[in-house]
Nanobody
Framework: QVQLVESGGGLVQAGGSLRLSCAASGRTFIRVAVGWFRQAPGKEREFVAAISWRGSSTYYADSVKGRFTISRDNAKNTVYLQMNSLKPEDTAVYYC?????????????????WGQGTQVTVSS
């Protein structure tokens, strides 16, 4: 079993920052890729960022490039999403997900393990 727990969400003003954490239990993040996805009410869950298991490759949705940074600390079994210059359209529930698949890690269909989500709300 792989269990993922997100934390770090909250309410911030536009232009502010948050750092989300995704902690894994049940297995190490070693040799798994981790992605962040988000879902706003009435919208599909969408890709935000992903990082390969070695941490050498990162991927970002166009909407967050230059503002968000994904990183990982495999020794702590934790992946982070640093979110800067937040915009109201970033408001969503943010989910982390893990996959041992070494292929297309920007697709949510590649992920079999999901956290419970953490709410991020950005006010105007």
């Amino acid at each position: 079993q792989v269990q993922l727990v997100e934390s770090g969400g909250g309410l911030v003003q536009a232009g502010g920052s948050l750092r989300l954490s995704c902690a894994a239990s049940g297995r190490t993040f070693i040799r798994v890729a981790v992605g962040w996805f988000r879902q706003a009410p009435g919208k599909e869950r969408e890709f935000v960022a992903a990082i390969s298991w070695r941490g050498s490759s990162t991927y970002y949705a166009d909407s967050v490039k230059g503002r968000f940074t994904i990183s990982r600390d495999n020794a702590k079994n934790t992946v982070y999403l640093q979110m800067n210059s937040l915009k109201p359209e970033d408001t969503a529930v943010y989910y982390c997900a893990a996959t041992a698949f070494d292929g297309d890690i920007v697709s949510k269909d590649s992920y079999g393990y999901w956290g419970q989500g953490t709410q991020v709300t950005v006010s105007s």
